[in-house]
């Protein structure tokens, strides 16, 4: 059954720790760009009205606005939208393949007397039972007037409990969304229908609800078609609609160029554009099917439907369909054809050793030329793709002697790789002179070959600044490292004005290199170079050494960024800082914070923490990646228990992990020690939801303690966040010990995830309603793990026993363990009850007077029993002799058969007996068989000839003991 949450879009945003959405300040800006790009579902007039309401300050509140608010997208905001941390996304999925396979629906639409309102709707493409879904009415009110109707497949986690929101089971389908029609929560019948059909009374929504998007009109890019005819069909039958073909390869496709006419020929199947569209969903090539597409809308919207077909399978469709988005073809029926007439010729004319991006590029420039016989002339002359785009870059900037670029790149083989190069900011007469001189763009091609970017066109273009530069540059004809820097360095220096710096310096490679990395990283200040240059060598001089004091073998780019951290930073202790940083990620994350941060002491507070956490650089550049501010960052980097989560990227609220400031140390530790990096994230996750009931104690972080963090940390994996089984899990009284004992059991097996989350549940609700009711295999789930439910309850039921018998806990944690001891002791402790129960029954039927004395000793001899058990398993000069097993076992029976009639002792003797040969095989099985063998009767009976019933259950004894034991696999 779906959640409802209902309420003032203020009070819900709030409750789910998304207040800031509603906050004051203007948003005019937001409101703005959403006029052009909100879905609208309705006529043109319904629409025209929707933007109309939404400019008029009077009628609108234009000092709330968040983006997504008009057309209801906001609403994916309530839980966390981005691809990380989206609701739907699986735990194991990638974002980008999360984005592909979740589907979406939104729109706004005008509902009865004008009331604006919007609909969103996410969902699993691959799943349609996990979904989301919201209405917001009054959309263009204050937050506390609009309403928000808010559902989904799963729970939602309300936060901030003081804004009254509660989240409540409904039942499947669209009436809790919508209302009845009788008391409806939604009054327009078009979007009524439509929701009736996409959620479902099965829990599930429509898979294809995504399709519903093609009838929504954005203005900036349809200016509002008219659709009512569109309208009424998909009023009259949502479900034909969203099941329509045509409209599925529209969006596979992900075709956005149709128009009505197009949606409306595919709901009507009209012949021939549907079968064109259908034989596009049939193409592998999916590529190659929109370029297809793209061209059929195209000419299908000036009634060129004929041309299509001529050439649908043309090999420069491809290149049609790029001119088609850059509108190259004009836009008459007439200036087409003839456009797709100039194509057709010139690719069979151009050379077939060109490429076909070559072809096309080459007559994307005659599209824009004049046309003319000489511009086509010179344009087939073109011999490699670099030439094409040259001579399209010319044609750009309107020049019209292409034959004389043409014939210099024909000249000169590398001419065509500068030139296509050259900044767009080159004028006319610059790139003509780089063009006709060898000289010059030979430089160029030595500069451009070794990724060296000149700063500005006009240096070498100078006659007399080239002469002086081209004797370094010229040197590149054989490059190496020294010589690449000590050009790049040179060019910048020359811009600057400083070219004198550079002669000085012109044979220290070392220090050439470092500002070369600075160059790179902009980390010079042109407008005080000379204030920039003196702090570069003071760091040399001062800071540098102290950083090769630490053993740090920081490379040039290293180097040269914390060269950069010094000439930005804020405070006169660079020393506490700069040699502390440990590898480039630490240094980079200074880098950005010095440049928004001027509190030293905080920044000194920072790097202490990685020195603790060398983990947690990367993680706070994730958030610098994310967006996140600067004080948040530096919050969470100085605070010891925040810094200890985010080091592990444990999601965490900041004012919900100060419980955990008493433990850090303790944390530390643990995760210092531990190797496993998913096990310290799922116990630190687990310590942070048990901080904030104070259920997480001292005594858990100890040494001693380590089993069971383990298994507190296999608990959040399975079952994440749930407070009730990790309260219960981390407690220490004996209901919390056989809760981790079982635990244990369950991620020993290899089970599913859901497998390990029944299992848990089932066992978490017989502790605590001390019943075994939830054990029964009474579900189809529950079926399917009957052998591992069977076998929970046989455990469970033990530990009862153990605990009637109040015997010690290392009982239970032998009952409940892993090796082949735990496994005997299990199968003895099953036999062991099973007679004892069967001879309570007997005592109770032939001697009932005596029976609750009977149980008191009874109970004496069990716990004896194991006792002996216990020790022969486990000490290694336990009862392994036949002496001393005997006289322990008669001290375990004399006590309750002194106190039965004689008449009553033959049968529990016959018990006894049984209970012992049991024993005789588990604990000395080689000396008794030998034994057996000889005699013909077991150790623990003295005649030869024992009753037959003695012999049968003898033998059943010894296949009990031999047969696997019931804890193994599952």
């Not at 996990?130 to 799963?154: D, H, Y």
């Not at 420039?365 to 002359?381: T, V």
Request: aromatic share 8%; net charge neutral.
């Amino acid at each position: 059954m779906p959640y409802l949450i209902r309420g003032s879009f203020k009070n819900i945003f709030a409750a789910f720790g998304r207040d800031f959405f509603s906050s004051d300040g203007s948003n005019i800006e937001d409101l703005r760009r959403d006029l052009e790009r909100s879905p609208l579902l309705g006529t043109p007039d319904q629409c025209k009205t929707h933007i109309e309401t939404w400019m008029d300050p009077e009628l609108s509140d234009h000092e709330h606005y968040s983006q997504g608010n008009m057309f209801g997208e906001i609403l994916k905001m309530l839980l966390g939208a981005d691809v990380y941390t989206h609701p739907l996304k699986l735990a194991n999925e990638q974002p980008e393949e999360a984005a592909k396979n979740i589907g979406k629906l939104d729109f706004g639409f005008i509902d009865h007397a004008g009331q604006l309102a919007a609909f969103h709707l996410e969902y699993r493409k691959d799943k349609p039972g996990q979904w989301l879904a919201g209405i917001i009415k009054n959309t263009n009110k204050i937050p506390e007037e609009r309403e928000v109707i808010f559902i989904s497949s799963f729970k939602p986690k309300v936060v901030d409990s003081k804004q009254g929101i509660e989240v409540v089971n409904v039942e499947s389908g669209p009436i809790p969304l919508i209302g009845t029609k009788d008391k409806p929560l939604v009054h327009n019948p078009l979007v009524r229908n439509l929701v009736q059909s996409i959620i479902q009374k099965n829990g599930e929504v429509h898979p294809d609800s995504s399709i519903a998007n093609q009838f929504t009109q954005i203005v900036s890019e349809k200016a509002y078609q008219p659709n009512e005819r569109l309208l009424a069909s998909l009023h009259k039958n949502v479900g034909k609609a969203l099941a329509n073909p045509g409209l599925k390869i529209l969006e596979q496709l992900d075709l956005d160029t149709y128009k009505v006419p197009h949606l409306e020929k595919c709901l009507n199947q009209s012949k021939p554009f549907f079968q064109h569209l259908l034989a596009l969903g049939k193409l592998k090539d999916k590529a190659l099917a929109r370029d297809k597409g793209i061209l059929l809308l195209f000419l299908d919207s000036l009634n060129l439907l004929e041309t299509y077909s001529q050439h649908k399978n043309a090999v420069w469709l491809p290149a049609l369909a790029d001119y088609i988005k850059r509108d190259l073809l004009g836009s008459s029926s007439q200036d087409v054809l003839l456009n797709i007439s100039h194509v057709s010729r010139l690719w069979s004319m151009l050379s077939k050793s060109l490429s076909d991006n070559s072809k096309a590029t080459i007559i994307d420039a005659f599209l824009r030329s004049s046309k003319s016989l000489g511009i086509e002339k010179s344009l087939l002359n073109i011999q490699n793709e670099d030439e094409a785009k040259v001579i399209l870059n010319r044609i750009r900037n309107g020049e019209s002697e292409l034959q004389l670029f043409l014939d210099e790149m024909h000249r000169y083989e590398h001419l065509a790789g500068v030139l296509v190069n050259l900044s767009s900011s080159v004028s006319i007469q610059e790139f003509r002179k780089i063009a006709t001189t060898p000289a010059i763009h030979e430089a160029y091609f030595l500069l451009q070959k070794n990724n060296i970017i000149l700063p500005d066109n006009k240096i070498l273009l100078d006659p007399v600044q080239f002469e002086q530069l081209n004797l370094f540059i010229s040197e590149l004809k054989t490059p190496d490292a020294d010589k690449i820097a000590r050009v790049e360095v040179m060019l910048w220096l020359s811009y600057q004005k400083r070219f004198d710096y550079f002669t000085d310096n012109q044979d220290n490679n070392e220090y050439l290199q470092l500002l070369q990395q600075l160059i790179h990283l902009h980390a010079l200040d042109a407008r005080n170079l000379d204030e920039s240059l003196h702090k570069v060598e003071v760091f040399l001089k001062d800071i540098r050494p102290e950083i090769l004091k630490q053993g740090k073998s920081h490379n040039v780019r290293s180097m040269a960024m914390l060269i950069q951290c010094y000439l930005n930073y804020p405070g006169d202790k660079p020393l506490l800082v700069l040699p502390r940083l440990l590898d480039e990620t630490q240094i980079r994350l200074f880098q950005y914070l010095i440049k928004h941060e001027n509190n030293e002491s905080l920044l000194i507070a920072l790097v202490d923490q990685l020195q603790t956490y060398p983990g947690l650089a990367g993680q706070l550049w994730r958030m610098v990646d994310r967006g996140e501010s600067v004080s948040g960052i530096i919050k969470i980097g100085t605070d010891p228990a925040l810094s200890l989560l985010q080091s592990e990227n444990v999601a965490f609220k900041a004012e919900g992990a100060s419980e955990l400031t008493p433990f850090v140390s303790k944390l530390q530790e643990i995760t210092r020690t531990e190797p496993n990096a998913a096990l310290r994230k799922s116990f630190l996750e687990a310590a942070l939801v048990l901080a904030k009931d104070n259920s997480l104690k001292m005594e858990l972080l100890n040494p001693r303690a380590q089993l069971q963090r383990k298994t507190l940390a296999d608990l959040q994996h399975a079952v994440p966040g749930n407070e009730d089984y990790l309260r219960l899990a981390a407690g220490d009284d004996s209901k919390s010990h056989d809760f981790n004992l079982i635990l244990q059991q369950i991620f020993s097996r290899q089970l599913p995830a859901s497998g390990q989350k029944l299992l848990i549940e089932a066992a978490y609700t017989a502790l605590n309603n001390n019943k075994l009711d939830s054990l029964q295999a009474d579900s189809p789930e529950k079926k399917r793990l009957a052998k591992p439910l069977g076998q929970m309850r046989t455990q469970m039921q033990l530990m009862d026993h153990f605990h009637g018998l109040q015997l010690e806990q290392k009982y239970l944690d032998l009952l409940m363990g892993q090796d082949t001891n735990s496994q005997r002791f299990f199968n003895a402790a099953v036999f062991v009850e099973t007679q004892c129960e069967e001879m309570r029954k007997r005592l109770l039927k032939t001697n009932p007077a005596k029976h609750n004395l009977m149980l008191e000793h009874e109970a004496n001899y069990r716990k004896a029993l194991y006792s002996i058990l216990y020790d022969g398993l486990t000490s290694p000069a336990g009862s392994k002799n036949k002496n001393e097993l005997s006289q322990r076992l008669r001290d375990a029976e004399q006590p309750l058969l002194s106190v039965l009639d004689v008449d009553s002792r033959p049968a529990l003797r016959r018990t006894m007996k049984v209970i012992a040969n049991f024993f005789s095989i588990l604990l000395i099985g080689i000396p008794n068989m030998i034994h057996h063998r000889r005699t013909g009767h077991w150790a623990f009976f003295d005649r030869t000839r024992s009753s037959e019933t003695v012999s049968t259950v003898s033998e059943k004894v010894r296949k009990e003991i031999e047969s696997p034991s019931p804890k193994a696999g599952g």
